[in-house]
């Protein structure tokens, strides 16, 4: 469980399950299991045959050029002499992961301008001068993000205007509201606010060219003519004169441009200077990064994405750490075979048709949810070692519609409707993340535990302490007398 997810009533439960929708839309589902050999049981299901499995599979990834749409997409060379390597990287404009690939200690862009204007901004030598959050242009004005963040700014007839946020990488989070995904400018935004009296609107302005400035709000109105006209200006100046000019990446860089002729430029830039210029399969390109060369290898006006999965050759055990995905092999009765990612749904396409099939862990879904409210680490003083970490959570059940609140830390768990959570372990590196167990236990099978765990205790007491408590309580008892002895028979033989 997470605390920036909502709450969940799935777990994961030992095993994996094959579901299979054949052409004709029939489901089903039965139960995996993998041998040590790497034989998988059963050998047949829903017309597919299981025929291997790999604990380490990786995707590789390649372009067509028979896209159904227009989608430019390169493949770019990188050969060093020096470290004697040779490898490839696919660009492409959509989807949009593979615009900007990081490689190292440089990074890869493909942007498809689509104005003259767009293609000079790009192909720009990176300025140093603009401030570590750039510039905002309004009219004949020039207006330092950074030093200006937050503050008002005096514009004309007493209409104030404040630069409230940047976000260097612009996305809307799955809320849809404004957030950064990464801390370089590859998607530079702003929000200004204006406001004349009670009166505001906001303003989203970017960086990137082709990207009109968005209101957010409602215009604001004036009845006197002079002021009404002045925000009617300012308006006009931010729909259409509104430029923010965001700081070039710091890092190395290769770009490549498509200019709205359909030409491909570059521009490189590197510690030991800036290059641009035009890009074919005839040009090899010197960055500047060590010996390295960049070639054009292969266009695609029309590209579309194909993944495909592959299994990692073995290797030496503790030669390298597996770092892939464990995956079904499958194949269908005309031949054709498959890799099936754990966790990943594939479509299988036969001669027959569509074969959707999902290798996925067994879950089981709880009659409550849990929710994870906190993640609490706890560290011994004066040291960075950690003492105990603990979950808080809600449990939330829905036949009742009541929620409570509970903590979980090691050794100390919590029970609901029948259901025991114990903390199961936690990722150091994601303080936000908190694995739990969950057993079902009702009360009375936590109370035989308890009585037989007493019994265990008493018996062990028995065996070690016993034969002594046996000897001394036969040193208590009190012996008879000779004396009284007599007597009683004396008056036993009177009677």
Known sequence: VRTDSGPNHEIRIEGDVLEVVSPDQNRQQTD??????????????????????????????????????????????????RMGQTFDRWLAVAPTSYSVVDMGPAQLELVQATTNDEVQELLREPNVDLGIAGTLQLGDRTIDVAQTLNQPIQLANG???????VWPDFRLDENHQPTSSSDQFRNPALQLNIAQGEQPQAWFIFARPGFDPIRSGDRISSEENALAESIGE???????????????????????????????????????????GVLTEETSIRPGWA?????????????????????????????????????????????????????????????????????????????????????IVERNEGSESVAMWTSQVTLFDPETDTAVQRSVWMNHPTWFRGWKLAQASWNPGDLQQSTLQLKREPWWVTALTWLGSLMVVCGIMVMFYGRAIARQLKKNVIPISRTTEDSTTSFSEGV
């Open 32 to 81: 995996i299991f993998i041998q040590s050999d790497g034989s998988v049981y059963p050998r047949q299901f829903a017309g597919l045959t299981l025929t291997d499995y790999s604990d380490d599979t990786i995707q590789t990834v390649n372009f067509s050029p028979d896209g159904p749409v227009e989608n430019l997409a390169i493949k770019l060379q990188f050969t060093s002499d």
């Open 234 to 276: 300012l308006e006009k100046a931010l729909e259409q004169g509104a430029i923010y000019t965001a700081p070039q990446p710091t890092t190395n860089y290769f770009r490549v441009v498509s200019t709205p002729e359909h030409q491909l430029l570059y521009a490189a830039k590197s510690s030991k200077g800036f290059q641009s």
């Open 291 to 375: 010996d390295m060369r960049i070639a054009l290898v292969k266009q695609l006006d029309h590209a579309q994405l194909q993944r495909q999965t592959v299994p990692v050759a073995p290797v030496a055990s503790g030669t390298m750490e597996s770092s892939g995905t464990p995956a079904l092999h499958v194949s269908d009765s005309s031949g054709v075979s498959s890799w099936l990612q754990w966790g990943t749904p594939t479509t299988v396409e036969t001669p027959n048709g569509s074969i959707f099939a999902a290798f996925s862990p067994k879950l089981l879904t709880l009659p409550f949810y849990v929710k994870l409210d906190d993640f």
């Open 159 to 165: 209409i104030i205007a404040t630069i409230t946020h």
